[in-house]
Structure formats: structure tokens, C-alpha cells
């Protein structure tokens, strides 16, 4: 199996906002930067530095305490008032001023500088300290998006499983994640998708940089989507109070994974569409274009080629996006692995919940291997997590899994939905299970999505598609 040996982008150099009035001293400081490897800005006064800020993003800023005007004080506040105000991380703020008194420093550190030096401190010293400062933010930055990792994904460490079907999955993973090509991931719910993703990043060549996920179900609003995936300037709609920057550029130098996408509607198709051709986009409210450089990855369970054959999804978007497909098998077909999955998911539980561990005999396994899994890995951890709290030490057979309503194997498969013998028509079950959700939302079409778990702008698409109208409808959507 051959690897990319492309070496990773360089990685630009730290760019420096100096925010200070005496423009010789800022102009001479500048120079000794830039020989030093930074890339500098200059601002005059705080207004100036604050415009500078907001229009474009700065690893460090270095300002002086007395300017005309506001002072480097206020700067400070607003700098930590606006990343708390947009859940973002401030970039860090070290003070250089001819004021050498303690309670300045001590003020100043207060509010949120990272470090204090006078005008008369040698380049070198200048340098280094700058050096520090900038180390410092990355490591506590590295800290908090490990933690939220370890959050958010603290119950899948790896891929578990031996099963053939795990092994292909594996060798995919293997196969793309040292280049730089763009990976459509599919499967049902609940199959550990962000898992896979998760997992190309690892073994990319970005793995040190930052992975950002975006849920693009979790925005059924399009202004919320594309406001989270590209950032918005001040003022840009009702309740931008402070600009935002995108996890499109938070994922600069990174991974992007994009989730669900196939929930995405029309607006925020086109809109992404331009953004994976280029790796350009714009803020809400500006005009300014923004060029990043991230490895993209996407999933969704649904089956977007037919997506594409009922115009529900961009053409032009779907091949861009299926670059290289990876499929994610259901856990039905590998029910072998479930032999290692039930262990592995009790050692989970035994740490999160500080219990006993469970043991299930023969006949649970049995039982669990024979269950359709309708939710797949995600369903199986609820029911181990479930089975570790309430039997805490003890062992767990066939018949505390009925107690749970577990043991569907001699039910029929009631966890889930039964194919008949002659098959199905599946556009007469989707427009008769759209008709019954109108019927029972009282034909509120937001309710129906509810029902349905779609987006309001898919169950439009259905309405259309399958002719449904209602008096009680002012527009008709059928037509």
C-alpha cells in the first residue's frame, strides 16, 4: 500500500498586531520582528487596533499602556470582552510601555495580559518573550480542544472489532488519510462516522493540527449554519454583537468534518459548494474573502446519489464532496464484533461510572448478537451503560436483557423495522410515512419534521415531490 510522501503546508509565520502611537519606536520594533520571522501590523491608536481586529485574525497582540485616547488598558478588556461574548479563544496580549511601576503591571495582567515588558527590554529579550507567549497559547489552546474531545468522543477510543468488514474499513482508512483528498463517509445512524473521521485525521499528516466538527442537522436554520461554518462580522444580522470566526477557519492548517451534510438545504448548498472548490469564503456581513487550508471530510446516512436523483441534493456539491467514499458497515453485519465491543464498553462504564463491572453469560450474548440493532454502536452503548448501572457486580443473562426489552432475537427483530418476504416499495413507504406525519402534526409541516427527523427544508421537498396540499396552508406546497 503506497503513502503520500507530499510534505505538509509550512506553517506561515505569527502574525503580531503592535498597537502603538509613537511611530518611530513602532516602526523600528516592526523591523527587528520581521527579521526575527514574525509578521507585523502596526495600529496607531486603540480604535484603529480594534477595527484591525475585527476584519482580520492575529496570533499575539503587543500594545503600549498611554496612547491618545483609550488606553491599553481599555484595549485589553475589549479584546477579552469580545472572546467571551463569541466563545472564542483571545489571542494573547503582552504589554511593552516606558511605564515600569508594579500596579500598572499587576493591573494589566489582571485584565487578561499575558506578560508585561518595558521599552527598554533588549530585542532579544522582545523576541523570546513573544516566543513564550505565543507557546503558551497553543499549549492551553491544544488542552481545551483535547478536553472537549475527550468530552464529547470519551466513549470510543478506537475502532473495536475483527471482523472482516472491520478490517476493509480499516485498510480504507489507511488508504486516504496520508493524502490530502477530500473523504464522503456513509452509513446508518449511530455507526461511528465521526469515529472514522476522527480516525483519517489521526493518521493524516494534520494530525497535530486542529480537527473541528460541524453538525450540520444540529443548524436546521440556514443563517445559523453558515454564520457557525463561516463566522460573521458585528452588525451582520440581529444578535451579532461581536465578530465570530467560522470552524471553516478554525480548522485552518487542520481537519474540517462536516456531519450530516446531507440535511444541508439549498442556500447552504451553494453556498458550501464555492467554499470546497476554493477553500475561500467570506464572513456574514463582509466582503473580505478569507483563504484557508484544511483537509475536508464529510458524512451523512442518507444515500445522497438518490438525493441527487429527487433534486434534494446539489449535482455539482455531491461530486465534489465524493472524492473517496468510505462506507461504515451497520453492526447487524458484523455482529461478531460485538464479542469485543460488550467488553470494551463495560470498561468504559466501569470508569465513568465508578461501578462494578458487569459479566454476561452465554445466553446474553446470544441474544445481543442476534438483535437487529436498529441504532448500531450507539444503541449498543446505551444498553451496556444501561445494563452496568442498574446490574452493577452482578451477571447479566437473556433474561434481564427481556426485562430491558433487549432480547429481540426471538421477537422477531421488534427493535426494528421488518422487511416482508416480497419487499417493499420503498417511494410508496416514504410518501405514505410523510402523509401520516402530516396527519398526526395536525398538517404543521415543522411538527412532521419533528416526527420524521428531518429538516423543515426536506419535508418541503417531500410536500413537493409527492403533491400533498392543505386548505389550511396559505402558500400551496404542492405546486
Not at 399 to 420: K, N, T, Y
Amino acid at each position: 500500500m503506497s503513502k503520500s510522501t507530499a510534505a505538509p503546508a509550512a506553517s506561515p509565520s505569527p502574525r503580531i498586531l503592535i498597537v502603538e502611537d509613537e511611530i518611530a519606536f513602532a516602526s523600528r520594533l516592526a523591523k527587528n520582528l520581521k527579521l526575527d520571522g514574525f509578521s507585523v501590523d502596526i495600529a496607531g491608536d486603540v480604535e484603529t487596533a480594534l477595527e484591525r481586529l475585527g476584519a482580520e485574525s492575529h496570533d499575539l497582540v503587543l500594545t503600549d499602556i498611554r496612547m491618545p485616547g483609550r488606553s491599553g488598558l481599555d484595549l485589553i478588556d475589549e479584546i477579552m470582552n469580545a472572546a467571551e461574548q463569541s466563545e472564542a479563544t483571545p489571542p494573547p496580549t503582552v504589554v511593552i510601555s516606558s511605564i515600569g511601576d508594579i500596579e500598572t503591571a499587576v493591573d494589566a495582567m489582571r485584565r487578561g495580559a499575558v506578560d508585561y515588558m518595558t521599552k527598554e527590554t533588549s530585542r532579544e529579550e522582545i523576541t523570546l518573550r513573544l516566543r513564550n507567549a505565543l507557546r503558551q497559547s497553543r499549549l492551553a489552546t491544544e488542552v481545551r480542544r483535547l478536553r472537549q474531545s475527550l468530552d464529547r468522543y470519551g466513549d470510543f477510543d478506537e475502532i473495536v472489532g475483527t471482523s472482516d468488514s472491520v478490517k476493509r474499513l480499516k485498510d480504507s482508512i489507511g488508504e486516504v488519510a496520508p493524502s490530502e483528498a477530500t473523504v464522503l463517509i456513509t452509513g446508518e445512524t449511530g455507526v461511528g462516522k465521526e469515529l472514522v473521521a476522527r480516525a483519517i485525521h489521526k493518521a493524516s499528516q494534520r494530525s497535530a493540527n486542529a480537527f473541528v466538527e460541524v453538525n450540520c442537522a444540529a443548524l436546521p436554520d440556514e443563517n445559523l449554519f453558515l454564520s457557525e461554518l463561516f463566522g460573521h462580522e458585528r452588525g451582520a444580522f440581529t444578535g451579532a454583537i461581536s465578530r465570530k470566526r467560522g470552524q471553516f477557519e478554525l480548522a485552518d492548517g487542520g481537519t474540517l468534518f462536516l456531519d450530516e451534510v446531507g440535511e444541508l438545504g439549498a442556500a447552504a448548498q451553494a453556498r458550501l459548494l464555492r467554499a470546497v472548490e476554493t477553500l475561500q469564503f467570506n464572513r456574514l456581513g463582509s466582503e473580505r474573502t478569507i483563504t484557508v487550508n484544511c483537509r475536508l471530510v464529510f458524512a451523512t446516512n442518507k444515500d445522497l446519489e438518490a438525493e441527487v436523483e429527487a433534486d434534494l441534493f446539489r449535482r455539482d456539491l455531491f461530486y465534489r464532496i465524493n472524492v473517496c467514499p468510505i462506507r461504515v458497515p451497520p453492526l447487524r453485519s458484523r455482529s461478531e464484533d460485538i464479542g469485543d465491543l460488550v467488553p470494551f464498553f463495560i470498561r468504559r462504564m466501569v470508569a465513568k461510572h465508578h461501578l462494578a463491572p458487569i459479566e454476561l453469560a452465554d445466553d446474553a450474548f446470544d441474544s445481543l448478537r442476534a438483535n437487529p440493532w436498529p441504532g448500531n454502536i450507539r444503541e449498543l452503548s446505551n444498553v451496556i451503560e444501561r445494563l452496568s448501572i442498574r446490574f452493577a457486580g452482578k451477571t447479566v443473562g437473556a433474561a434481564q436483557l427481556r426485562e430491558l426489552d433487549l432480547s429481540a432475537a426471538d421477537q422477531g427483530g421488534a427493535a426494528g423495522m421488518i422487511l416482508p418476504e416480497g419487499g417493499v416499495d420503498m417511494l410508496e413507504v416514504e410518501k405514505s410515512l410523510v402523509l401520516q406525519a402530516l396527519q398526526r402534526a395536525d398538517w404543521s409541516q415543522r411538527k412532521a419534521a419533528g416526527l420524521l427527523g428531518i429538516s423543515v427544508d426536506r419535508m418541503n421537498a417531500r410536500v413537493r415531490k409527492f403533491g400533498f396540499s392543505h386548505p389550511s396552508w396559505r402558500v400551496h406546497k404542492g405546486a
